[in-house]
């Protein structure tokens, strides 16, 4: 089984869509959780953190299951703009430090 | 923000000839930089761990010989593929990450298109 695992899709979506993607992790001692976006040959940028509680940036909403080692990011509204790969990524524990690792990410198409 | 250069972003060469790429933290002290190689609509791929005064920590089956990695200063890491093959033409990339081990924010150099003929 792979560390980090997500559904590579990709999500064809109309604009202003609401778009769920999952992402699930091996490692129960894993300690922090992130949604970057990357554009085709471009380098990972950082979406959001991903809290126990929940949290929300604008559209943006992620959530995490510890129970169930489960991170989702809940787009609303889809723009265009939002076409995108979508990565997990979960820091584990390692020698006393974190070692973030990715998941192979989510394609997110968003059509006019 | 943070920045993290990286350079160069494209390099085309023959095969068997050696290319080095660099990773600079330009604002803030890099404790650890990661290296990634990424193949067309792949995830990033960890290739090696590195901190700042000591050998770098490569991931199962990343040969150390042929990606050697150096983190001399706390602003600079360096990734050098020796005799590159065509099977070496990758995207790598670099991150960064400052402070603590639990510091959690990676900054990303903006990535190496490798094309090895």
């Known amino acids: 089984r792979k560390e980090v695992e997500q559904d590579p899709g990709p999500f064809n979506v109309p604009e202003g869509a609401t778009v769920a993607f999952n992402c699930t992790y091996s490692?129960?001692?894993?300690?922090?959780f992130f949604w970057y976006r990357q554009d085709c040959r471009k380098e990972p940028k950082l979406l959001m953190s991903v809290y126990s509680s929940g949290n929300e940036d604008g559209r943006f909403t992620a959530q995490l299951n510890r129970a169930s080692q489960y991170i989702s990011l809940l787009i609303r509204d889809s723009k265009l703009s939002d076409s995108a790969t979508y990565l997990c990524?979960?820091?584990?524990?390692?020698?006393?430090?974190?070692?973030?690792?990715f998941g192979r990410g989510t394609s997110l198409i968003v059509h006019p | 923000g943070a920045v993290v250069s990286q350079h160069p972003s494209w390099v085309i060469c023959k095969s068997g000839t050696s290319v080095k790429i660099e990773c600079r933290s330009l604002?803030?002290?890099?404790?650890?930089m990661f290296w990634y190689r990424q193949f067309p609509k792949q995830s990033l791929m960890l290739m090696a761990t590195s901190n700042e005064g000591s050998k770098a920590t490569y991931e199962q089956g990343v040969e150390k010989d042929k990606f050697l990695i150096n983190h001399a200063s706390l602003t600079l890491s360096t990734l050098t593929v020796t005799s590159a093959h065509p099977e070496d033409s990758s995207f790598y990339i670099c991150?960064?990450?400052?402070?603590?081990?639990?510091?959690?924010?990676?900054?990303f150099g903006s990535g190496t298109q490798l094309s090895v003929l």
């Open positions: 490692n129960s001692a894993s300690q922090s």
């Open positions: 990524v979960v820091n584990r524990a390692s020698g006393g430090s974190y070692i973030p690792t």
């Open positions: 604002d803030f002290q890099a404790t650890t």
């Open positions: 991150s960064a990450r400052g402070g603590r081990p639990t510091n959690e924010k990676l900054f």
